[in-house]
């Protein structure tokens, strides 16, 4: 079965370095998101892409970070400045289309900010 | 914009036993209704869905209700066993609007 693939599995980067996470969706997905998960709360939306634009971003989604697709098959996040609290599981998911197709979730990036 | 409450936050019930897990959400337009299972450690699974034009489902031992009136929805486990011990979230959202505002979570504990 396909999955979606993020790399790195873990990431430990200084305050105010950028980072990039990577994720490769599933081939025939059209909607691609990214969620973090501070260590032991809830999954938070941050942003969802489809067309090759932004369609909704969250509040977290501010101007530290951005999403780009720059090639047929990754998706990737990156963060310009990392802060402490930047430190969670981020999360890559994709689906197929918007209706009657389930969201198919990568196994994560840990960030870790020192 | 969508409110999303679940309850308990930790259910701990006897192996064998069935274990019940509610979801209120706030925006009347929700139209979809996932529960996800998240093991330590791991990814978010989805374990079954409903749409709002279906009052149940279910799926082995794993069962979703929901009441569209109310704007609450269940996920029901019976029979269960270790390994469906995890942190299990509600998700509802619209088509429209699928970026899926979660629940808090509810950690489920399976006692042998």
């Known amino acids: 079965e396909p999955e979606v693939?993020?790399?790195?599995?873990?990431?430990?980067?200084?305050?105010?370095q950028e980072v990039i996470l990577?994720?490769?969706?599933?081939?025939?997905?059209?909607?691609?998101?990214?969620?973090?998960?501070?260590?032991?709360?809830?999954?938070?939306?941050?942003?969802?892409?489809?067309?090759?634009?932004?369609?909704e971003k969250s509040e977290i989604f501010d101007d530290q970070f951005s999403v780009e697709r720059p090639d047929g098959s990754n998706f990737t996040l990156k963060i310009?400045?990392?802060?402490?609290?930047?430190?969670?599981?981020?999360?890559?998911?994709?689906?197929?289309?918007?209706?009657?197709?389930?969201?198919?979730?990568?196994n994560g990036t840990r960030l870790t900010v020192t | 914009g969508e409110n999303v409450e679940q309850h308990p936050s930790t259910l701990s019930v006897q192996e064998g036993d069935s274990a019940v897990i509610k979801?209120?959400?706030?925006?009347?337009?929700?139209?979809?209704?996932?529960?996800y299972k998240q093991e330590l450690g791991k990814r978010p699974q989805l374990i079954i869905d409903i749409r709002s034009n279906v009052g149940e489902k279910k799926d082995q031992r794993i069962a979703v209700t929901?009441?569209?009136?109310?704007?609450?929805?269940?996920?029901?486990?019976?029979?269960?066993?270790?390994?469906?011990?995890?942190?299990?979230?509600c998700a509802p959202s619209m088509d429209s609007n699928y970026q899926l505002i979660w629940g808090a979570g509810t950690k489920l504990i399976i006692k042998p």
């Open chain 1, 5 to 16: 693939t993020q790399t790195p599995s873990h990431q430990v980067t200084q305050m105010g």
């Open chain 2, 23 to 35: 979801c209120t959400y706030s925006d009347s337009a929700s139209n979809y209704f996932p529960w």
């Open chain 2, 66 to 89: 929901l009441n569209k009136t109310a704007k609450h929805f269940s996920l029901h486990i019976t029979e269960t066993q270790p390994e469906d011990s995890a942190v299990y979230f």
């Open chain 1, 80 to 106: 310009r400045s990392t802060k402490l609290e930047d430190s969670a599981m981020y999360f890559c998911a994709s689906h197929r289309d918007s209706y009657n197709s389930p969201l198919h979730f990568g």
């Open chain 1, 22 to 55: 990577r994720c490769v969706p599933i081939s025939n997905h059209l909607y691609f998101y990214w969620y973090r998960q501070i260590l032991g709360q809830k999954v938070e939306f941050l942003v969802s892409f489809y067309n090759n634009e932004i369609s």
